[in-house]
């Protein structure tokens, strides 16, 4: 620690940026935060923190943040006080509501603020405006795997955890660029030797060689959004071949007869090999290495997420686990790894697609338990779900939702098809952005809520093993922020009765985690053992945590727990793979990637005033085949613009690579400079509305022809 930055105190906290969840310590000077380390305590992360992590102090006091709340006078952003900024929006919202009913006031939330923040603003949102168009953005990384998870499981929740890394015979990673995006699950793989006295097979499956597949003992460049077909046909292989767990899928499973019928019948490994451009003899290998492993894991994220197949692909991984018997057992799991760092978080207090704790809308019993927990009406109770974020759009669009509340979150980066999403904004009547940072949403805002971020506030995140650990407020808000749990709260008083009957006597986070500990009583995320003191003590607490597991639950399903199905069983699903909607063609010949780079974080608000950060990775880049390159006649340096039907990008940068396939390109999504999202697809999953952000059909064009 350079001397002139020693910190006075060290406060012990969570890193606040992706689903890994690293603990660390906060560095405190002159009420700053001026350093930050790892925890070497932590069992995520013994003591190492990737590039963000440790430049994440600077994020707080970065020249991007608002520090007071803002309106839009004469056309312009101005400083408002709080009491002008809220008196205005609740104003607009009870117009537009009597005008033109609840659900024409939408609220888009995030995966960034703490579960008590969730639980707070998602009460607000359901019992208090009484609307339920609601969603979060992590229905753009996250929402295949809820969807996968709870066709199969009968639930959400990832069955696995990290240390399943460290005890696998076999690790399948299938569109997951750990290198990139999650890079201190390596360590965990790094143990795997030391603990089981052996090298793990690792398996990447991706049609790019990341970084991550420079790992691999088997790299498996597979065509793009074919890894259904690809999981379909390992199944086959391996019915095929006998390698099944007959008793497992017996006593654990139901629709084994159907599944397989479909399988036989419909994915030959003949046939796979062709979607799929992996050889047969290939197949047959990986298929093998895969079953007769003792204990074999899979683990994905976006790559599989964000496809308009995303939830039945998820269905297709978690198959494979049930044939071959790899569930709930050291290193036998199908692991999905979240992207934000409290995506868990807003997913069990249902603020995406279900009432919170993981109730069903469907569920009278579900709706009534709830109500009865937090003492309102049961008709109060959302009866369905309203509009998915994309949904929420077209209904903008459409005119019939007027007004829209984004929390920490910056579509107009991070949405597809900007042109469209630019179209339906136009129209609102009233965009509210909460928000620390001036995100290019934000720039547009009729009011910005302005919010304090991490390190200035105080409760918990979940991460992608349903580990919850504690988030400490290390300084205090910068200029006159609020927490986002002070935001709503003090919101919540500008509607008459409201705070009054959702937050009686609440002041502090910790009465939000306290009646979420009630409401999650007896679900499948029971939080009921969980203290700020014991989740600190004992490095995180991953749910269930209740009298029977004090200590909390590494894995769900092992052999004593059954899964919340009506028969306590896993189902196997006939699923079909489908063909890209937009492939290539005489005018668009390229298939277009996104992706991300490990320096940067989503659309840049957190990380574009980190100098080290962007030093290493400034700008987007387009990385293509050599072969691609020599037909286009450019070079590593040159500069291009791309185009879809949809739209054109100009001027980034090229670099040459042989990571990619022949035919298909990869640009970072992060840049608002080069935005990618300009091109791409709205195109969405039906079951979980999760956009195809991975293919669409692209040209590159030479900037020095006009
Ligand atoms: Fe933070 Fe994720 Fe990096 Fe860990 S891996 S330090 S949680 S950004």
Known sequence: VAKQKAPEKWVRSTCGYCGVGCGLYIGVKDGKPTYTKGDPAHPVNMGTLCPKGLSEHEMVQSSNRYTKPMIRKNGQLVESTWDEAFKTTSDKFKEIQAKHGNGAVSVVSTGQLLTEEFYTLGKFVQLGLKTNNYDGNTTLCMASAVMGYKQTFGSDGPVGCYEDFSYADTIMLIGANIADNHPILKLHIAKNKKITGKKPKIIVIDPRFSKTAKMADIFVPIKPRSDLALMNGLCHIILEQGWENEKFINERTTGYKEFRKHIMANYSPAEVAITTGIEVKELYELARVYAKSPAAMSAWTMGVNQSSLGTDTVSAICNLALITGNLGRKGATALSITGQCNAMG???????????????????????????????????????RGYSYPQIIDAIEAGEIKALWLVATNPLVSFPDQKKLRRALNKLELLVVQDAFKSETAFKADVVFSASTWSEKEGTYTNSERRCNRAKKAVEPLGQTKSDFDIVLEFSKYFEGVNERLYPNW???????????????????DYTGMTYELIEELGGIQWPCNTANPKGTPRLYSEDMPCPTPDGKAKLLALDWLPMSEPQNSSFPLILNTGRTVEQWHTRTKTKTISILNDLAPEAWIEINPQDALKLEVKSGDRLDISSIRGKIKDIIVRESQNVREGNIFVPFHYNEQLINTITKAEFDPKSFEPNYKQCAVQLHSIKVP
Do not use: H, M
Not at 362 to 373: F, G, K, L
Not at 507 to 525: H, Q, T, Y
């Open 507 to 525: 002041e502090k986070p910790i009465d939000a985690f306290n009646e979420w500990k009630k409401v999650s009583e007896g679900r499948l995320c």
């Open 346 to 384: 807003t997913r069990e207090t249902g603020f995406t697609s279900s009432i919170p704790g993981y109730r069903n809308f469907a569920s009278s019993y579900d709706r009534e338990e709830y109500a009865t927990i937090v003492n309102v009406p049961v008709e109060d109770v959302p009866q369905k």
